[in-house]
């Protein structure tokens, strides 16, 4: 595919191919990285249940929360693979270029956890609400 800045590649845009890569890219994620699977799985469910029980907004923030931690990870694994695929020796520089990605994905995932716990515990309320 043809790079539009460099004008380097081959020329044409083939959206389908972009569609392609992203979907190979995520499931790449999901079948290697753990921490991306278990994320996506317990969105997932929390997701499933506050659809079920038709809160839209609540869906929607659970979808933007989970999108945030995701593509964070999957930064940090693209980040941690470019490090030690160009130093593959121990690197102080490295070791802070790492540590900051890993910072990215714990605030990311502290806002993550907060939306996932508390859709759970709303999700509880309501499932326990409705047996009574």
Known sequence: MRHKFLGTGEPGYHPWKKIKT???????????????TWKLLLSAV???????FREWIDVLLILLATAF?????IFNSAIEAMCDFVETHENPKIKVIKD?????????????LAVIATEAAEVLR???AGRH
């Open 22 to 36: 992203v979907f190979s890219g995520l499931r790449y994620a999901i079948i290697y990285d753990w921490s991306v």
């Open 46 to 52: 929390v997701l499933g249940l506050a659809y079920m």
């Open 69 to 73: 931690v995701l593509v964070s990870e």
């Open 100 to 112: 900051m990605a890993a910072a990215a994905v714990g605030i990311a995932m502290l806002a993550w």
């Open 126 to 128: 309501v499932f326990s």
